[in-house]
C-alpha cells in the first residue's frame, strides 16, 4: 500500500512538532525516519498511524483520504521499543490475540488461528517458544515476537517505533539484518523511526532526514550519504572534519595547504568544506607543498580501525582520521609526531549554508 503524506503540520502548544512535510512512500518499500530526539520523526509516524491528529494536511493510503480514518481502520500495525507484550500470555496467545478481538464477522476460527500463528512463529524463526511467557525470553526473541503478533492481523502497513532501541548493540545488529531479510520476503510497506545512522543506512530502501520539524533530504542510502543536501545531513550521518577556507581555482584553500577539487571551478571567498575521517590520509612528509602540518594528539584502536586526533599546526582546531589496522600498523605513528593531512575528498558548502545550519 502506498502512503501519500501532504502538507502536514503539527504543533503541541507553542511547540512547532511538523512543519509542512511532504512525502511519498511507495508500496512495499521499507523507508526510515531517521534524526535527533525531537526532530518530528515519532510525530510523523502517529500520524500515518492515526494516533495523532495533523493541523493541517492529508494522509492518503493508496490515493485515498484516510486523515480522518480511525485508527482501527488504517489496518496497520505496530512495533515499538519495549515490545508490549502481555506478560501473562504465553508467546502463542499473544500472536493470536489481534485476531481473537476481531468483532465476530471477521475473526478466523480457531484452527486458522492457529495455523496462522505457528506460520508467523516460523517465520520468525520462534516456534519452539510458542508455550513460554514473555519474561522468559531474551530481548532480542520478545522484539521478534512483537512483529509476529503485529503481522498476525495481515497489516497493509507496519510502522515501527525505535524497534531495537532497547537492545544491546549486539542483538541490534541482528535484528535489523534480519527485519531486512524478512522484509524482502514479505514486501509489506513499512515505515520504521530511527536516531541510528547505522541502523538506517543498512536497513532501508530509503531514508528520510528530519530536523527541527522539516524534511532535509530523502534518498537511498547510497544517496544521502555521498550526496548529503545540506550541511545538516552530512553531518549527522557520520562522524565529520569542518575545515574553514575558501575557494581558489579550482582548489580549497585552507590556511597553508591547498586541496585539489576535481568537481569546483572558479573562486569563492568564504567556504566551509567537510571530511570524515576515513576520507584524509596522513602523510610522513609534504612534497607538493599543498598538505596540512598537524602533531599526532591521540590514538585510540577501535577494533579493525584506529581512530587518530591529531592537532592542526596552524593553530585551528583538532581533526579526526580513521585508518584501517593494517594500514596503521605500516604507518606506525606515535603521540607527539608532526605528520601532514591530505583529505582525499571534501564537501563544500558556502558560509551562508553553515551559519543557516548553526542557527537551526
Keep these: 500500500m502506498s502512503i501519500t503524506i501532504h502538507n502536514i503540520r503539527k504543533s503541541f ?36 498511524a492515526g494516533l495523532e491528529t495533523p493541523d493541517t494536511g492529508r494522509i492518503l493510503f493508496q490515493g485515498e483520504d484516510a486523515t480522518d480514518r480511525h485508527v482501527r481502520e488504517r489496518q496497520v500495525g505496530f512495533v515499538f521499543q519495549h515490545y508490549a507484550l502481555f506478560r501473562h500470555m504465553t508467546v502463542f496467545e499473544n500472536i493470536a490475540f489481534g485476531l481473537r478481538v476481531r468483532p465476530k464477522a471477521q475473526r478466523p476460527g480457531e484452527a486458522e488461528i492457529r495455523e496462522r500463528v505457528h506460520k508467523l512463529l516460523d517465520l520468525v524463526q520462534l516456534d519452539w517458544l510458542a508455550d513460554r511467557y514473555p519474561p522468559q525470553l531474551s530481548g532480542g526473541q520478545r522484539q521478534r515476537i512483537a512483529l509476529a503478533r503485529a503481522l498476525a492481523v495481515e497489516p497493509k502497513v507496519l510502522l515501527l517505533d525505535e524497534p531495537f532501541g532497547a537492545l544491546d548493540a549486539k542483538v541490534r545488529k541482528d535484528l535489523r539484518r534480519w527485519l531486512r531479510r524478512l522484509h524482502d520476503e514479505l514486501h509489506v510497506t513499512s515505515v520504521f523511526v530511527t536516531h541510528d545512522q547505522e541502523e538506517a543506512l543498512e536497513v532501508a530502501d530509503r531514508v528520510v532526514v528530519l530536523n527541527a520539524g522539516r524534511v532535509e533530504q530523502v534518498g537511498t542510502p547510497d544517496e544521502v550519504y555521498d550526496h548529503p543536501a545540506s550541511p545538516f545531513v552530512y553531518a549527522f550521518l557520520g562522524d565529520v572534519n569542518l575545515f574553514h577556507g575558501r575557494v581558489h581555482d579550482g582548489h580549497a584553500a585552507i590556511g597553508d595547504a591547498r586541496v585539489q577539487l576535481p568537481d569546483s571551478a572558479g573562486s569563492q571567498d568564504a567556504a566551509v568544506f567537510y571530511a570524515r575521517p576515513h576520507e584524509i590520509e ?67 558548502f558556502g558560509e551562508e549554508a553553515s551559519r543557516e545550519e548553526s542557527a537551526s
Design 13 to 48: 502548544g507553542a511547540f512547532e512538532a511538523l512543519k509542512r512535510v511532504d512525502l511519498d512512500i511507495a508500496g512495499g518499500e521499507l523507508v526510515a525516519l531517521l534524526g535527533p530526539s525531537g526532530c518530528g520523526k515519532t510525530t510523523l509516524l502517529r500520524i500515518i
Design 282 to 348: 596522513i602523510l610522513r612528509d609534504n612534497p607538493g607543498g599543498s598538505a596540512m602540518a598537524a602533531t599526532v594528539h591521540d590514538i585510540r584502536p577501535l577494533g579493525a580501525t584506529v581512530r587518530v586526533e591529531l592537532d592542526r599546526a596552524d593553530g585551528h582546531g583538532s581533526v579526526e582520521v580513521e585508518l584501517a589496522r593494517d594500514r596503521f600498523n605500516r604507518i606506525g605513528l606515535a603521540v607527539g609526531e608532526a605528520v601532514y593531512l591530505e583529505p582525499r575528498r571534501l564537501r563544500i
